[in-house]
């Protein structure tokens, strides 16, 4: 199986490769829209900013490539959220797969910090990307931003308010999450989404 991790300016894929050589993965990073598209298994890896990830995407045309696969896309953290329709962050329109927007996390309380960042459950589990998982997993968060409860919503979490914490449209898929660094739950979510 050909597993390909999309290069582009994020900060976890270094992260995520080791998560797949854990499980006997290896995987190629690339920005070869030809690797790309003849991959069996896409990973849209992101740890970044919106609008400047945008950008890259759009400079190389990986943008359309994106949005035309046809085999099982991954998407992890911003690469989950640039796979909406719009992020507030720097008011960026994102790649359109998902409906949901992407909105900054605005506590009423100053003790709640931004970004989320640590453990918290994953409920209302809806995919084979969850099969074998209990309801109220626990996945490891970083962000400060968000994607809204909407038809595409596979997973949900609470943090100020109740979110998307996986998206799911036809071959896409999109975790808030970082299953790379969610111990068990996550090297779980790795291999459900590989062998779908």
Same mark, same amino acid.
């Given at each position: +199986?050909?597993?390909?991790?999309?290069?582009?300016?994020?900060?976890?894929?270094?992260?995520?490769?080791?998560?797949?050589?854990?499980?006997?993965?290896?995987?190629? =990073?690339?920005?070869?829209?030809?690797?790309?598209?003849?991959?069996?298994?896409?990973?849209?890896?992101?740890?970044?900013?919106?609008?400047?990830?945008?950008?890259?995407?759009?400079?190389?045309?990986?943008?359309?490539?994106?949005?035309?696969?046809?085999?099982?896309?991954?998407?992890?953290?911003?690469?989950?959220?640039?796979?909406?329709?719009?992020?507030?962050?720097?008011?960026?329109?994102?790649?359109?797969?998902?409906?949901?927007?992407?909105?900054?996390?605005?506590?009423?309380?100053?003790?709640?910090? =931004?970004?989320? +960042?640590?453990?918290?459950?994953?409920?209302?589990?809806?995919?084979?990307?969850?099969?074998?998982?209990?309801?109220?997993?626990?996945?490891?968060?970083?962000?400060?931003?968000?994607?809204?409860?909407?038809?595409?919503?596979?997973?949900?979490?609470?943090?100020?308010?109740?979110?998307?914490?996986?998206?799911?449209?036809?071959?896409?898929?999109?975790?808030?999450?970082?299953?790379?660094?969610?111990?068990?739950?996550?090297?779980?979510?790795?291999?459900?989404?590989?062998?779908?």
């Amino acid at each position: +199986m050909d597993t390909v991790i999309i290069q582009y300016n994020a900060g976890n894929i270094q992260s995520v490769l080791y998560a797949l050589e854990r499980i006997g993965v290896t995987a190629q =990073v690339t920005d070869d829209p030809k690797k790309i598209k003849a991959a069996d298994k896409v990973i849209f890896p992101g740890v970044g900013e919106a609008s400047t990830a945008m950008q890259y995407l759009k400079e190389r045309q990986l943008d359309q490539l994106i949005v035309s696969l046809k085999q099982p896309v991954l998407g992890i953290c911003l690469g989950m959220q640039l796979m909406c329709a719009y992020s507030e962050e720097n008011n960026t329109e994102c790649l359109g797969i998902f409906n949901e927007q992407v909105k900054q996390f605005k506590p009423d309380n100053i003790s709640i910090k =931004v970004p989320q +960042m640590g453990w918290n459950t994953i409920t209302h589990l809806q995919s084979n990307l969850f099969k074998g998982l209990d309801e109220n997993s626990y996945a490891y968060f970083v962000h400060g931003y968000y994607a809204s409860i909407g038809k595409h919503t596979i997973a949900q979490t609470n943090y100020i308010l109740d979110y998307s914490s996986a998206l799911q449209k036809d071959n896409f898929y999109g975790v808030q999450f970082h299953p790379e660094k969610s111990a068990k739950a996550g090297e779980q979510i790795i291999q459900n989404f590989l062998s779908i």
